[in-house]
């Protein structure tokens, strides 16, 4: 039988992590790393008026998330 350890206490109102964005975390064993701040974070992709504009946000978009999910450690990103 598998034994599993809870990192919570199954508060009605949830559970966190992180309590601000200078707070360092991290997943599987990574560096730990305080929130990343990116202008694309605040931009609109889907509010762009040309088919480049929404071109150029999607891929720095995806970059980005890509890029916080491998700081992270949830994503192995490069090798």
């Given at each position: 039988?598998?034994?599993?350890?809870?990192?919570?206490?199954?508060?009605?109102?949830?559970?966190?992590?992180?309590?601000?964005?200078?707070?360092?975390?991290?997943?599987?064993?990574?560096?730990?790393?305080?929130?990343?701040?990116?202008?694309?974070?605040?931009?609109?992709?889907?509010?762009?008026?040309?088919?480049?504009?929404?071109?150029?946000?999607?891929?720095?978009?995806?970059?980005?998330?890509?890029?916080?999910?491998?700081g992270l450690g949830l994503w192995k990103g490069e090798a």
């Amino acid at each position: 039988m598998a034994t599993y350890e809870q990192i919570t206490y199954n508060s009605p109102d949830g559970a966190q992590i992180g309590k601000a964005a200078t707070e360092k975390v991290a997943f599987y064993g990574t560096v730990p790393v305080v929130q990343r701040a990116a202008a694309i974070q605040s931009a609109s992709v889907v509010s762009a008026t040309s088919y480049i504009s929404v071109t150029s946000n999607l891929a720095a978009f995806c970059a980005e998330v890509a890029a916080t999910l491998t700081g992270l450690g949830l994503w192995k990103g490069e090798a």
